[in-house]
């Protein structure tokens, strides 16, 4: 069973930082390349950073550009965001995702296939 398992989130006040770990099991983690997702409640859910499976390409999205930094650690099965200089808008629930891509990268959340639960990210101004 593939289990993707997020930790890290919590309640950080504006200009702070949060790092989120991403722990998967059950799949060949070399293999997938793994996505940072957040959703804003009543919003559509947004493609935040993407790491590819051997860790040297990566992928932002403008907004967190220059703050956010994603990287894995192959030996270990984890992947993790790194966020400085959090802002309010940054508010949202976090998920990592796998997507079986061995080379290349890719950002559309339609093509992950394992998804982990998520976790709280609150940015108070």
């Known amino acids: 069973e593939v289990r993707l398992v997020e930790s890290g989130g919590g309640l950080v006040q504006a200009g702070e930082s949060l790092r989120l770990s991403c722990a998967a099991s059950?799949?060949?983690?070399?293999?997938?390349?793994i996505g940072w997702f957040r959703q804003i409640s009543g919003e559509d859910r947004e493609g935040v950073a993407f790491?590819?499976?051997?860790?040297?390409?990566?992928h932002y999205i403008d907004s967190v550009k220059g703050r956010f930094a994603v990287s894995r650690d192959n030996t270990k099965n984890l992947v993790y965001l790194q966020m400085n200089n959090l802002k309010p808008e940054d508010t949202a629930i976090y998920y990592c995702?796998?997507?079986?891509?061995?080379?290349?990268?890719?950002?559309?959340?339609?093509?992950?296939?394992?998804w982990g639960r998520g976790t709280q990210v609150t940015v108070s101004s």
């Open positions: 790491i590819d499976a051997s860790g040297g390409n990566t």
């Open positions: 995702a796998a997507y079986f891509l061995p080379t290349g990268l890719a950002t559309q959340d339609r093509l992950y296939e394992y």
């Open positions: 059950g799949l060949t983690f070399t293999d997938y390349q």
